[in-house]
């Protein structure tokens, strides 16, 4: 069983720039949500992705995008870079969407926005 | 709304018990958890309580919710220096999302 992988480790981008970045979900797995981590605080919620459909969404605005693939894997995307999108992203897979309550956390992907 | 608090470091000696706090203001959450970050990774999910429980055990970890006062506390018996990392509670009034505090640094001194 594989667990969460996320690509790349590290990225850096200029502001007004677009990211995309990615996420494997466990093996089993067809959920994924993606938090931002700003240094010194703890996640906050993106949005989810189950069976491929938008499941919930955080207070972000809508230059923050997402898909979800059939095999469950997802991307992020973030058009419009600002500084303050310098962030740790961490995507988190579980099972049952909605229902799920055991979320598991990839290694993320540290984004850095000059 | 949500709004997860906890203090912001700990120190122990290897050996002793560490407990560390936290508490909530969503008294609809169904699960409360703590996940473990060490530096440079992503969240390691410890343990986790349903919120008709008040206690938890598993090995190591206990944890203790009070649902009244919105209280929940994470206890570590015999810490050792590996236990040393971030801890966050995190609250989930809807499955589909989690709530954080801004985490807990533990330092173990050996």
């Known amino acids: 069983e594989t667990g969460v992988t996320q690509s790349p480790t590290h990225l850096i981008k200029t502001r007004g720039q677009q990211v995309t970045l990615r996420c494997s979900s466990q093996?089993?797995?067809?959920?994924v949500s993606w938090y931002q981590q700003a240094l010194g605080q703890g996640p906050q919620f993106i949005f989810q992705y189950y069976r491929e459909e938008e499941n919930g969404r955080g207070n972000f605005p809508p230059r923050f995008s997402g898909l979800q693939f059939p095999n469950y894997s997802s991307e992020l995307n973030v058009n419009a870079l600002e500084l303050d999108d310098s962030a740790l992203y961490l995507c988190a897979s579980s099972l049952g969407g909605g229902s799920s309550y055991e979320q598991y956390f990839g290694p993320g992907t540290r984004l850095t926005v000059t | 709304g949500e709004d997860v608090e906890q203090s912001l470091f700990l120190s122990v000696r290897e050996g002793d018990s560490s407990v560390i706090n936290c508490t909530y203001t969503d008294s609809s959450s169904t699960y409360l958890y703590w996940y473990k970050q060490e530096p440079g990774a992503g969240l390691q999910l410890l343990t986790y309580?349903?919120?008709?429980?008040d206690m938890k055990q598993d090995q190591r970890l206990t944890v203790l919710l009070n649902k009244k006062d919105k209280h929940l506390s994470l206890r570590i018996a015999d810490t050792q220096t590996g236990d040393s990392a971030i801890y966050f509670c995190a609250e989930s009034p809807r499955a589909n999302n989690l709530f954080f505090g801004t985490g807990t640094r533990l330092t173990v001194i050996p």
């Open positions: 093996s089993g797995h067809n959920t």
């Open positions: 309580i349903f919120s008709n429980m």
